[in-house]
């Protein structure tokens, strides 16, 4: 449902969320954060909807929390409003979530494109973790992702100096899939996110599933999720059309059952 601070409509079976507050260049207040996450939630649960696009707007995909309202806040404040438990709830969401990014990535709008699963970004894309300079550091997972994502170094410097770094920079740490000219990084992540969507949806689930087990398990224990996941696709009336698609040389047509 479309708020004031966040703009939501569909496109065949792509839910597509816009953040909506362009004149602080889509700073992440409480409020917005809160409706972003429970509109991926509607949309995790809503069959129509296969694939998610997250999107902010040319100029800035969003240049970190809101320094406004957090300058009001102590450290009690916060724990007591347990602000990481809803920011937490966005990597349970089960349907791939694919980045339109452009323009300020910043701070807490770097750690909102590292929860998506796939990122187009704009040429005019510049991404960093610039807390250092405001005598605080990430607070949602920016130390963490960023280190998994482009490695000890780089990471390092990035959350050292601040500085944020280019959209071609961000292209060759692989913290972003694919850059393209800023009139086209919308329209780019729709046609992914469509590509996606014909895919049968329990196998993209489970896939996005066991890989994101790669982060927190062992090889061992991570082979062992993914052969439990496989057992259970199995099981689905999916996989049956797939394969008898395949022998029947036609199209398969998927339900998500
Ligand atoms: N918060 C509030 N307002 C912001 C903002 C922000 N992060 N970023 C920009 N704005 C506002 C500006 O104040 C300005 O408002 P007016 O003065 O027009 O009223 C308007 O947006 C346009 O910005 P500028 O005039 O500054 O535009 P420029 O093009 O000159 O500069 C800029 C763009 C992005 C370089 C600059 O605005 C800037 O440095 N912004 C701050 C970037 C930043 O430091 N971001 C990191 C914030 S810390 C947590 C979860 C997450 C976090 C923390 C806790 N928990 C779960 C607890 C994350 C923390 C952060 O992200």
Known sequence: MSTELIKVKTDEQVGIITLNRPQVLNALNLQLIDELVNELERMDQDKNIRVIVLTGNSKAFAAGADINEMAEESAISIMQKDQFAVWDRMSLISKPIIGAISGFTLGGGCELMMNCDMVIASETTLIGQPEVKLGVMPGAGGTQRLVRAVGLRK????????????????????????VVPVEAYYNEAIKLAKQIAKQPPLAVQLIKKAAHKAEDLTLTEGMQYERNCFYLLLASEDRKEGMQAFIEKRKA???GK
Request: hydrophobic share 50%.
């Open 155 to 178: 990471a390092m410097e990035m959350l050292l100096t601040g500085d944020p770094i280019t959209a071609d920079q961000a292209l060759a740490y692989g913290l972003v899939n694919k």
């Open 253 to 255: 047509h998927f339900q």
